[in-house]
């Protein structure tokens, strides 16, 4: 599972079968189960390279087709066990922060804005001049899962990545004022809690950057 904390969409074993498993077999091109992880990695790379023949165009139209069918969590679900460096590994993240940015805006939100008053440096340091805010990075996700995103896919994961970095800094920045935890029973454990979650979103951050910079060594193909 990715480092991104709040927003882990059930595992395949952990959920009951949905009426998008069918399509998922059929994703593959065909009816045998054990094509479906090899659409999984199709998939990916057909959203993000772009249809380069017949065959990825053909594939790129099935999983839109199923995104927009039976939902994005239904094609997110095929990369969970993905490595965290390929690019199905970088778009499960992507997926998992999407989800996570819409299930809680207002906290996402202020954090990121926290963040970014409390590291303007790292702003600089990330290599991004003007890091997406959640909203933003919602929407991005949303072009890339379902094949219609512009731009060079490394700058799409360093931007997610930065914007990582910075709710990191807001995220910490909460656990190191007790007064904003005094609302749990338990206030040293809430700022513990906040202080791991600021450490998996950091965590994220350098996946997603591994993955862009083997983009752009051309070592995903």
Do not use: K, N
Not at 182 to 208: G, I, K, M, V
Request: hydrophobic fraction near 50%; charge should be negative; proline fraction near 7%.
């Amino acid at each position: 599972m990715p480092d991104v904390p709040g927003a882990q969409p059930p595992r395949r074993h952990h959920r009951p079968a949905m009426p998008g498993d069918d399509a998922l077999v059929a994703l593959a091109g065909g009816v045998d189960p054990s094509a479906v992880q090899e659409a999984a990695h199709a998939a990916a790379s057909a959203l993000v390279h772009g249809a380069r023949s017949a065959q990825d165009a053909e594939v790129t139209r099935r999983v839109v087709r199923l995104a927009q069918e039976e939902g994005l969590e239904v094609i997110a679900s095929l990369w969970a066990d993905a490595p965290a460096d390929s690019l199905a590994g970088a778009l499960w993240r992507l997926y998992v922060l999407r989800t996570w940015v819409q299930r809680s805006p207002a906290a996402v939100a202020q954090q990121f804005a926290e963040g970014r008053r409390h590291a303007p440096v790292l702003e600089v340091l990330a290599g991004v001049a003007d890091p997406p805010g959640p909203a933003e990075v919602a929407a991005v996700v949303d072009q890339v899962l379902t094949g219609v995103a512009e731009g060079d896919f490394a700058v799409t994961l360093e931007r997610a990545a930065a914007f990582c970095r910075i709710v990191a800094v807001g995220r910490a920045h909460h656990a190191d004022e007790p007064r904003r935890t005094e609302h749990h029973a338990d206030p040293e454990d809430a700022a513990a809690a906040l202080t791991r979650s600021a450490a998996r979103l950091l965590r994220t951050a350098e996946q997603l950057e591994v993955v862009a910079h083997r983009w752009r060594a051309g070592e995903l193909g």
